[in-house]
């Protein structure tokens, strides 16, 4: 049975930070594409990063226009766990933040990691609050 457990939500000031951790079980996480969504109270699910394997000892890195350059996105295969490093918060990256596993795909990053569909496997999630 696959589990994925977010943890590091909280509630920061505009310009704070925030770490998201992701553990997961009953995956291997090397073999998956691995997410971050979002959602907004009214709003639709969006896709923030994700991070896959691109070659034998290579990633390769998604983010969404709105976090380049403020979220980092990074995983431990060994400790089976995904990160995300929010810096520079601002109120508008306040919602459920989700982390999510899907398998490999022939598409691009830019198309593919958007995609909530394309997703197999989803954590409870973990509320951000950023206060201005």
């Known amino acids: 049975q696959v589990q994925l457990v977010e943890s590091g939500g909280g509630s920061v000031q505009s310009g704070g930070s925030l770490r998201l951790s992701c553990t997961a079980s009953?995956?291997?996480?090397?073999?998956?594409?691995l997410g971050w969504f979002r959602q907004a109270p009214g709003k639709e699910r969006e896709g923030v990063s994700c991070?896959?394997?691109?070659?034998?000892?290579?990633?390769?890195?998604y983010y969404a226009d709105a976090v380049k350059g403020r979220f980092t996105i990074s995983k431990d295969n060994a400790k089976n766990t995904l990160y995300l490093q929010m810096n520079s918060l601002k109120p508008g990256d306040t919602a459920m933040y989700y982390c999510a596993a899907g398998p490999p795909r022939l598409l691009t990053a830019s198309y593919y990691c958007p995609r909530s569909e394309y997703f197999t496997y989803w954590g409870q999630g973990a509320q951000v609050t950023v206060s201005s």
């Open positions: 009953g995956l291997t996480f090397d073999d998956y594409t």
């Open positions: 991070i896959r394997r691109s070659g034998v000892s290579t990633v390769s890195t």
